[in-house]
């Protein structure tokens, strides 16, 4: 089955540690996302990869980081200089960037106290 | 500026028509998807428009008004497992997500 995973599915961390998300799907599809989501709020935008080896920052890139080293897997670090990291984390992929419809994972929910 | 706007929340009755609105101001613009978010959940793909129109899917339909920054999501014969997050999406490349209306369906 043809899907996007995400685990795990809820972390915890202390404050000042660097948490790394994974993203993992085999869609084939070139582009990835990841979304931060706050409470009663929108998706909004961390970064984006439209191929290997290529990655841009999205609209709340500040205090995270990513690496797209293979088509498949697109892991996010949440960095302690993020300021409140505590949300939901989705990962999306798509065939393409323009006009294409967006495959979310499950999501990851972390808690950082 | 790129911005979406939708309403927060609304309440409907089960057995209703429900029609959530949605406008969009964004640099670029390839299409207006429409997504429906459980909670605690991953969004789920419900329905994609590019061309001005109304789209029918089964109880759902979308609706886009280009000249307009205007779009639409009807839900009819509503039920209990509608009540969710619906989130509107569009722009060129890398989508821009509203807020999401959260919809509430009472018996």
């Known amino acids: 089955d043809g899907g996007i995973t995400q685990s795990p599915k809820y972390l915890f961390r202390k404050e000042g540690q660097n948490v790394t998300l994974s993203c993992e799907q085999n869609?084939?599809?070139?582009?990835m996302y990841w979304y931060r989501q706050d409470p009663g709020q929108g998706l909004r935008l961390i970064y984006y990869?439209?191929?290997?080896?290529?990655?841009q920052k999205g609209d709340i890139a500040e205090g995270y980081s990513v690496s797209r080293e293979k088509k498949e897997s697109f892991p996010l670090t949440v960095t302690s200089a993020q300021k409140n990291p505590t949300a939901f984390y989705l990962c999306?992929?798509?065939?393409?960037?323009?006009?294409?419809?967006?495959?979310f994972g499950p999501g990851t929910r972390l808690t950082v106290t | 500026g790129q911005n979406i706007d939708q309403p927060t929340e609304m309440t409907a009755t089960e057995g209703a028509i429900v029609q959530i609105n949605c406008t969009y101001q964004t640099s670029g613009f390839n299409g207006l998807f429409w997504y429906q978010q459980h909670a605690g959940e991953a969004p789920t793909f419900l329905s994609y428009n590019v061309l001005d129109g109304l789209e029918e899917k089964g109880r759902f339909s979308s609706f886009l008004s280009r000249s307009k920054g205007y779009s639409y999501l009807l839900l009819k014969e509503l039920q209990m497992k509608d009540s969710a997050s619906y989130l509107c999406a569009g722009g060129a490349g890398k989508l821009i997500f509203g807020q999401g209306t959260e919809l509430s369906v009472k018996p």
């Open positions: 869609l084939n599809h070139d582009a």
């Open positions: 999306a992929s798509s065939m393409g960037l323009a006009g294409a419809e967006q495959y």
């Open positions: 990869s439209q191929i290997v080896n290529d990655f």
